[in-house]
């Protein structure tokens, strides 16, 4: 049972605010944790790759808080997109208008059940975002989202051909490498350090902790097949609440957008967006009353080898503007200065 409070509650700057569902605010579950009458906490330690080499960061996993994440966002995307087997968006039939191609609608988001993590103490909430599916099928649940990432890639492909299972594509290996960072990982191929171990023997997959949000919720392609994105400004327009709405439910510490193109409709979608970096790729934003660092990187996929970031573990994009983008990260996320 969820209890709706109309009440103001002081919420200091760095601390995460109240989920949002459709009609109605209630305050942060991560603000209230005695709501859980038994959380599940559990302590991992990893090991540095940069400059905190030899010494070790105490991450804690909250599971319960993400569970209920979980929840509420399901709460509003079977309210509001996808229940069952109907699609309910109430701007369907204007987005469809507007693309004559094939049309695939009602494809959620993922989010790990290690998604609530805290590194030595600060909020650890990894939110990747690209624009689209990108192809069918349509009426994607969060629970099937969530097999297909964390199960049939993470699990079930490797990195590199080496490893004797099926290769991810490059999105998804540009993704590892982003997450491989931003836990603290060496950049690799290797499955074994893909995994985050807890302190009684159990682990997470890195694709189980962290959300895979898109943008849109509908992939518009063309009809002679394909996945090269069509989608119209009708689309991004209308989706751009569900989005709003997503990020409010998952409270993100850190957004690292997957494609430039389409960054201005991430950056719309925010309230305040600062630039903190000569090179406009890491910004500070703000949506609602939750701040939250962001980089705009290119596609991983991108076919110009100049952007592209996916092929490998060492691509010049990949370690001359992830890398030294993300180590920055990691440094703000960490310090005890307020100020970014």
Wanted: hydrophobic share 35%; proline share 6%; charged share 20%.
């Amino acid at each position: 049972m969820y209890l709706t409070a109309f009440v103001p509650v002081p919420y200091p700057r760095n601390t995460a605010v109240g989920f949002s569902a459709w009609a109605w605010r209630t305050p942060s579950l991560s603000q209230h944790p005695h709501r859980c009458a038994t959380p599940l906490t559990t302590a991992i330690t990893l090991d540095q790759p940069d400059d905190r080499m030899g010494a070790q960061e105490m991450i804690t996993n909250d599971l319960a808080l993400t569970h209920r994440r979980i929840q509420h966002l399901n709460m509003y995307m079977t309210a509001s997109v996808l229940a069952d087997d109907r699609f309910l968006c109430r701007h369907f039939s204007e987005c469809r208008a507007s693309h004559t191609g094939n049309f695939y609608e009602g494809q959620l988001h993922h989010v790990g059940k290690a998604y609530d993590l805290q590194i030595d103490g600060r909020p650890w909430r990894i939110v990747v975002v690209g624009q689209a599916y990108g192809g069918p099928p349509p009426k994607v649940t969060l629970d099937e989202r969530y097999r297909s990432i964390v199960v049939i890639t993470g699990e079930q492909r490797g990195f590199a051909r080496d490893s004797g299972l099926l290769v991810r594509n490059p999105h998804m290996r540009g993704t590892t490498s982003l997450l491989r960072l931003l836990f603290g990982i060496p950049l690799g191929t290797d499955r074994a350090s893909e995994y985050i171990k807890t302190d009684d023997g159990s682990k997470y997959h890195i694709f189980d902790a962290f959300a895979l949000v898109n943008y849109l919720l509908c992939s518009a392609v063309s009809s002679a097949g394909g996945t090269t994105d069509m989608s119209t400004r009708t689309m991004h327009q209308n989706c751009r609440g569900h989005f709003r709405q997503t990020l409010e439910i998952l409270e993100p510490t850190v957004v690292a957008v997957q494609g430039i193109g389409f960054w201005p409709l991430v950056k719309r979608s925010l309230e305040v967006v600062e630039p903190i970096d000569e090179n406009g790729l890491m910004y500070r934003a703000q949506l609602g009353r939750r701040t939250f660092l962001t980089a705009a990187f290119s596609h991983p996929s991108a076919r110009d080898a100049r952007y592209g970031w996916g092929a490998n573990a060492h691509t010049p994009y990949l370690l001359e503007t992830v890398v030294p983008t993300v180590k920055r990260i990691r440094e703000l996320l960490l310090t005890d200065d307020p100020a970014w």
